[in-house]
């Protein structure tokens, strides 16, 4: 994207800043300093006028600076070790060359042998879906014309034998059609009228039908998963839904959302309390919007929670003008447990509570994100290759470990071991030169690569917490993740509208992810929940995603 009105960016050394403050002072200002100074004065009053109209992003501003993004460093960076090791090869090749020249024109010339074919991994996705996926798809059996199983066999029957027919599995064709995201039908009730009295007469409508309302459970489940999953607003799928021929206003929209959030409520409540007894924590906020706060001095953020629950996964959003340590802290007095706490996010301030009981500090394990310590070495790597990429490399080695660990799907104690083991000499070393870089001056640490070095070593127990305690997380990313779906919300939909509009959108949002990361059709289990609103509002607590009824009747999801 072209900027119109793009300053000249000015680049100084630490030494000519400080040489530019001293002319300043004497105010002995040549006509190359106004220069600098005119470009830099316009340059800080550009950029504040482009942040003041929200027209800056972390992408664009790198795209001004001419900075690669992460993606585009990486393949440099592949690059840059795949084209030195050729180099290798090459010298190699070269001198190998030398020596062996007539040696190698009296040979014949053969042919490079061909690659083998690639191993068929089961586990890797292969491009083709299964026809027992679609489980979402209602079955329709079709029942042989003239045979069912124990008939004779017309084949053997000609030749006077008495082979009988079996079942066997049957044969799945799938055919999809599409419809209107929300859909209905139109019951046509016959009416009669006697010409002379005026009697009227009226078809009797089947009991299934009178006891539905116009919209069903199902239409509203619908309409939660395009808001709150997918992101749609409700304007952009009344107009979808106008353009089918299935008129659905965004008020009704809204109303029905908030019928739904009324029986779905009492679960949300124990999905609350489950997840400040869990075991390991994953936590991290962005940025939202809220209408009805725009203009307040405190901002407004999304704080995304992943709750290990033994085998279940608790997934819980809040946006409001809460950061995400105020969340943790809200969280955490509903939690009764006695169990040890692990917790991973990043090691930014607002991340942790201000005041925590001292009972549960005893008990509570930080981990912080080593991916976050990783990406300070990744941005500097065009102005610090040879550092940086020392770094990436020690990291890169650990995480190759890590991966193996759940290739092999090692359970905790093994995957410590295995750490302990290949990963501890590693991170060591790396500790080790991160050290010298300060102790022996090799960089300034106020400079970027200063600052990225203190980070990692003010905060190393708690990034190599995997190296210590059975089943410590490496890095957030599956928090990074979820909170994808917060985000693709905020990008679709641009705001809420208010406070309490955001708290029904967490609600139903948390309620969804929770049950696809739990492997339940989010769909049917939302309309399953409306179906039984009595038994739901009794007793909640038997109607979680994982619970055994909901698991008999919903569709699970691979």
Not at 149 to 172: F, I, M, Q, R, T
Not at 234 to 254: N, S
Not at 298 to 317: D, N, Q, R
Not at 414 to 442: A, D, F, G, P, V
Request: hydrophobic share 40%.
């Amino acid at each position: 994207m072209a900027h119109k009105n793009k300053p000249e960016i000015i680049s100084l050394t630490q030494e000519q800043i400080e040489a530019l403050k001293l002319r300043i002072a004497d105010s002995s200002l040549s006509l190359q300093d106004q220069k600098i100074m005119i470009a830099l004065l316009s340059f800080n009053l550009w950029l504040q006028n482009q942040l003041s109209r929200a027209k800056l992003n972390i992408l664009r501003l790198k795209k001004i600076f001419g900075l690669p993004t992460e993606k585009k460093s990486a393949k440099q960076q592949e690059t840059l070790v795949t084209t030195m090791d050729a180099e290798e090869k090459l010298t190699q090749v070269d001198t190998d060359a030398q020596e062996s020249e007539e040696k190698t024109s009296e040979q014949p010339v053969t042919t490079t042998p061909p690659k083998p074919k690639p191993i068929f991994d089961p586990d890797q996705n292969h491009g083709r879906i299964a026809a027992s996926d679609y489980v979402g798809c209602p079955h329709m059996k079709i029942p042989h014309a003239t045979l069912k199983p124990g008939d004779l066999c017309p084949l053997c029957a000609e030749g006077s034998l008495n082979g009988k027919l079996y079942a066997l599995d049957p044969k799945v064709i799938v055919i999809l059609q599409g419809n209107a995201m929300i859909t209905g039908t139109r019951y046509l009730v016959e009416k009669l009228r006697c010409a002379l009295c005026g009697e009227q007469y009226e078809a009797t409508l089947p009991e299934e039908i009178k006891q539905q309302s116009k919209y069903s459970g199902s239409c509203r489940s619908a309409i939660a998963m395009s808001r709150y999953y997918a992101g749609v607003p409700f304007k952009r799928l009344e107009y979808l839904q106008a353009l089918q021929g299935v008129p659905l206003a965004d008020a009704t929209q809204w109303d029905q959302i908030k019928i739904l959030y009324q029986i779905i409520l009492p679960v949300y409540r124990v999905l609350e309390t489950k997840a400040a007894q869990g075991q390991l924590i994953y936590y991290d906020d962005t940025g939202n919007r809220i209408l009805e706060l725009y203009g307040s001095s405190k901002a407004v953020h999304t704080t995304a929670f992943i709750s290990m629950l033994g085998p279940h996964a608790i997934y819980l959003f809040y946006t409001a003008q809460h950061y995400a340590g105020e969340n943790m802290a809200s969280l955490l007095s509903k939690r009764t447990s006695e169990e040890r706490l692990i917790t991973m996010s990043d090691a930014s301030s607002q991340n942790l509570p201000k005041a925590v009981d001292d009972h549960l500090a005893a008990r509570w394990i930080l981990c912080f994100c080593l991916v976050h310590g990783r990406r300070k070495f990744y941005e500097l790597f065009e102005s610090f290759k040879e550092e940086c990429q020392l770094v990436l490399d020690i990291i890169g080695q650990v995480y190759k470990h890590e991966a193996y660990c759940k290739k092999q799907k090692m359970d905790q104690e093994k995957r410590l071991l295995y750490h302990q083991e290949q990963s501890t000499t590693l991170m060591e070393s790396l500790r080790i030169w991160l050290n010298n870089q300060l102790l022996y001056q090799l960089v300034e640490e106020n400079s970027g690569l200063g600052q990225a070095v203190r980070y990692m070593l003010r905060h190393w127990e708690a990034l190599t917490t995997f190296l210590h305690v059975p089943g410590a997380p490496i890095d957030n990313s599956l928090c990074e993740q979820a909170i994808k779906v917060a985000i693709r919300h905020r990008r679709n939909s641009l705001s809420y509208k208010t406070a309490n509009g955001a708290s029904i959108g967490d609600c139903i949002m948390s309620m969804i992810h929770t049950a696809a990361k739990n492997k339940v059709n989010p769909f049917a289990y939302l309309t399953m929940l409306q179906r039984h609103a009595a038994e739901v509002h009794a007793t909640p607590e038997n109607w979680l995603p994982w619970s055994d009824r909901i698991m008999l009747e919903v569709n699970l999801v691979s």
